[in-house]
């Protein structure tokens, strides 16, 4: 088993359970021991953009400096927004007077070394354990069932801190094609939803979510993926009458139940497409 | 024989200008208003005025577009700043210009929020739209 500590964030204990337990279901079957970090806070959600705002830097410093306590080097996020703030305030304090003045800031707290790597779980599906061992680890396959996967802002922007190319990424589609899927063609498949302009401006991000979910029901989707909370919440919740009524589901929903775990949202889907007969649960890997 | 004809920002002297510049991290002066970054955002037809024309305000020192609303239409989504052809991260001014306004210590956080709305969402928007 390979320790690896992970950052939950607020969601995954709350709104998005579901993708918490499947993933970690499937990364026990990966070979991963999971150490979740002790009192860890708020990532902060959105980064910081400003150049003299090193106040916003703390919240996400101060959960590395936690991964530094457990004597380990990289931290995995399964929340997207976790990863944008994680890996970014990481960078961000490894300027020397920024890594001072933050430090003198928390002085109840050890001193921050950086050097903590922030991996999202897409990394390391496909970095370390590779789609082929993924695939070999599948339980009952996805049978095809179409899925759009939806990457949103966070995981490919700013390029530096992208998961994959963030134009023509194929990441999520290549984890999807492991576990038994099809990944559909989805145009708005990195285009924002709207994300916390959901608070005041739900009129903008329900014209957000229609075209999107235009857009995966275009390609044929029978549903939409994705590992942003805040995208999921939108996709689901922010939908006019006249929007394609597609479920959104996290990946962790999708790869828990392809490698074994229960997760009735996925039984119903299978089992609710046209032409279902029986259930597909043929065990096989692929 | 021609005078030397001085192209250099310093005769702009725009105070507004360096500001959002020292804010930022960004140059204003670096986009050659070729309009990418509002062909592709997502929230353009929302805007009173287009991210391009937003930078070209600051070009030009004109405090007004601390009025605008477009930077508080902006979601970060960051699409302009990865297709800008200068490398202008525009979000970045955006969040100059919000930070401008909120640090006069006006909220812009909604006094109704839409519901439901999760803790995700509100911690965002607490920290984009409240000083």
Known sequence: ?286 | MASELDLSRDRLDAPFARRVEELSGENPYACYQCGKCSAGCPFADHMDALPNQVLRLVQLGDESALTLSAPWVCASCLACGVRCPKGVDIAKTMEALRLLALRKGISHFPLTPDRPCPQIALVGAFRKLTP
């Open chain 1, 1 to 286: 088993m390979k320790r690896l500590a992970y950052f939950p964030g607020c969601a995954m204990k709350d709104q998005a359970r579901a993708d918490e337990a499947g993933t970690l279901h499937a990364l026990a079957l990966l070979g991963y021991e999971i150490a979740e970090i002790p009192r860890w806070n708020c990532c902060g959600t959105v980064y910081s953009l400003a150049q003299d705002d090193l106040m916003r830097h703390v919240g996400p410093v101060r959960n590395l400096v936690r991964v530094q306590g457990m004597g380990e080097r990289r931290v995995l996020t399964l929340c997207a927004m976790c990863y944008g703030t994680l890996a970014r305030s990481a960078r961000f304090v490894q300027d020397p007077e920024r890594l001072q003045r933050i430090n003198a800031f928390m002085d109840t707290e050890d001193d921050f070394r950086g050097g903590i790597e922030v991996v999202h779980l897409l990394t390391l599906l496909r970095d370390e354990v590779g789609y082929e061992k993924l695939a070999a680890r599948v339980k009952r396959s996805l049978d095809g069932l179409r899925i759009a996967t939806y990457y949103g802002c966070v995981l490919l922007r700013p390029r530096e801190f992208a998961v994959d190319d963030p134009d023509r990424p194929e990441v999520m589609e290549r984890v999807v094609e492991a576990l038994g899927g099809t990944p559909v063609a989805f145009p708005e498949r990195t285009e924002c939803c709207g994300a916390y302009l959901t608070v005041g401006r739900k009129d903008i991000v329900e014209e957000r979510v229609e075209r999107i979910l235009r857009s995966a029901r275009g390609g044929g989707a029978d549903v939409v993926v994705t590992t942003c909370p805040l995208c999921q919440f939108n996709l689901a919740e922010r939908r006019l009458p006249q929007a394609p009524s597609v479920p959104v589901l996290y990946l962790g929903q999708v790869l828990g139940w392809a490698l074994g775990a229960e997760e009735p949202a996925i039984a119903d889907l299978l089992a609710g497409r046209p032409g279902a007969s029986e259930p597909v649960c043929s065990g096989g890997a692929r």
